[in-house]
Nanobody, 124 residues
Framework: QVQLVESGGGLVQAGGSLRLSCAASGRSFSNYAMGWFRQAPGKEREFVAAIIRSGGSTYYADSVKGRFTISRDSAKNTVYLQMNSLKPEDTAIYYC?????????????????WGQGTQVTVSS
């Protein structure tokens, strides 16, 4: 079992940046592919970014490609989401998720472990 705790959310103006962190505890962090998802009010949870177990490959939703970067630090058991050039439509609760597969992919059903979420609000 792995426990996930997100941090780093907040209020930022459009065009600004935030870095989200997700600290993992419990079973070996390196055994999990990691992903970030988000959910805006009245909308379904959507995929944002994913990174494979080794950290060698990443994948992004088209809506954030070129603006967001996912990374992981195995020494710190932490996965990050660097968010630049933020837009009001990026406003959502952001969730960190862990998958026992090599690459969790874009489907949230592939992820069996979730954090509690952190709110990101981008003002225009």
């Amino acid at each position: 079992q792995v426990q996930l705790v997100e941090s780093g959310g907040g209020l930022v103006q459009a065009g600004g940046s935030l870095r989200l962190s997700c600290a993992a505890s419990g079973r070996s962090f390196s055994n999990y592919a990691m992903g970030w998802f988000r959910q805006a009010p009245g909308k379904e949870r959507e995929f944002v970014a994913a990174i494979i177990r080794s950290g060698g490959s990443t994948y992004y939703a088209d809506s954030v490609k070129g603006r967001f970067t996912i990374s992981r630090d195995s020494a710190k058991n932490t996965v990050y989401l660097q968010m630049n050039s933020l837009k009001p439509e990026d406003t959502a609760i952001y969730y960190c998720a862990a998958s026992t597969t090599y690459f969790g992919g874009t489907n949230y059903h592939n992820y069996g472990h979730w954090g509690q979420g952190t709110q990101v609000t981008v003002s225009s």
